[in-house]
């Protein structure tokens, strides 16, 4: 008979997660001293510990492994269930694989972000807006590329094309305010079914001119408020995304940043 602490010792297994099996019928003493309390187990229990041990590190639940390990599973069921798990992990793989490969893009993307801000960023007046839009709200920053699309299909029904997107965040912090629009010539009709919106002109704003895949743009506004933020700048007020009307190549884009800034007391030298 082995002793709880020496059953621990040859299965590697604490003494401590053997009562746990014990409370849990998984591996049960073969005799508990009825006066000291001490559990003592048979020599082939070994196997089950480490069996159950090497079940587990596949993945079974701790009920999986008590209907093997009691053999109410026959060869050809846990034949199904090693190829179910199998299954699962690969899906697993092929999923980790494409968030490296997506945490990959994003560094690229935020390098790049960062290059374009530093070369291309300068501060200049913005002319008042005369806009026909739709708009939606949305919680965070990362609904918007959901609610452009769906907001973009809604412009396109009514026969136009966006070219300039607005982002506002409220000031409590609960919204995001986001818009697709066309802008309108100073006195022309309004469009039938969107709505008019005129943005006000700004004396001070940044303006980046982002070039490269449109997936990438939400990069390039976050490496843009890092350059204002070196630059003891800050933005305020509507974001403007004006699409140009040149290419960047290989179906990228090329769109103007733009936002309102002010000093944000640091004390930074913003030129």
Same mark, same amino acid.
């Given at each position: 008979m082995l002793s709880i602490g020496e059953l621990a010792r040859r299965t590697r297994i604490s003494v401590r997660m053997l009562r746990h099996y014990d409370a849990l019928g998984l591996v049960v003493p073969e005799r508990v001293d009825p006066a000291t309390g001490y559990r003592w187990y048979a020599v082939w229990q070994v196997g089950r510990v480490n069996s159950l041990v090497a079940l587990k590190e596949l993945g079974f639940t701790l009920e999986q492994c008590r209907a093997v390990l009691d053999e109410r599973v026959s060869v050809d069921g846990l034949r199904g269930m090693l190829r179910l798990r199998e299954a699962e992990l690969e899906q697993r793989i092929r999923t980790d694989a494409e968030r490296l490969a997506e945490i990959a893009r994003r560094l690229r993307s935020i390098e790049r972000g960062l290059t374009m801000t530093n070369s291309t960023l300068r501060l200049a007046p913005l002319p008042a807006l005369r806009l026909a839009q739709?708009?939606?709200?949305?919680?965070?920053? =990362?609904?918007?590329? !959901?609610?452009?699309?769906?907001?973009?299909?809604?412009? !396109?029904?009514?026969?136009?094309? +966006?070219?300039?997107?607005?982002?506002?965040?409220?000031?409590?912090? =609960?919204?995001?305010?986001? +818009?697709?629009?066309?802008?309108? #010539?100073?006195?022309?009709?309004?469009?039938?079914?969107?709505?008019?919106?005129?943005?006000?002109? #700004?004396?001070?704003?940044?303006?980046?001119?982002?070039?490269?895949? !449109?997936?990438?743009?939400?990069?390039?506004?976050?490496?843009?408020?890092?350059?204002?933020?070196?630059?003891?700048?800050?933005?305020?007020?509507?974001?403007?995304?004006?699409?140009?009307?040149?290419?960047?190549?290989?179906?990228?884009?090329?769109?103007?940043?733009?936002?309102?800034?002010?000093?944000?007391? =640091?004390?930074?030298?913003? =030129?």
């Open positions: 739709v708009s939606a709200e949305v919680n965070d920053t =990362s609904e918007i590329g !959901a609610a452009v699309g769906i907001l973009t299909s809604r412009l !396109a029904a009514a026969g136009e094309s +966006a070219r300039i997107h607005t982002y506002y965040g409220r000031p409590d912090g =609960s919204k995001i305010d986001v +818009a697709v629009a066309v802008p309108l #010539e100073p006195g022309a009709e309004p469009v039938a079914g969107l709505a008019l919106v005129e943005l006000p002109a #700004e004396e001070r704003a940044a303006i980046v001119t982002h070039r490269g895949p !449109a997936e990438e743009i939400g990069d390039a506004w976050n490496t843009l408020d890092v350059g204002l933020a070196e630059r003891g700048l800050e933005s305020y007020g509507p974001y403007r995304q004006i699409h140009l009307d040149e290419t960047g190549g290989d179906g990228d884009v090329v769109v103007e940043l733009q936002c309102p800034v002010r000093d944000n007391g =640091s004390g930074c030298d913003p =030129s």
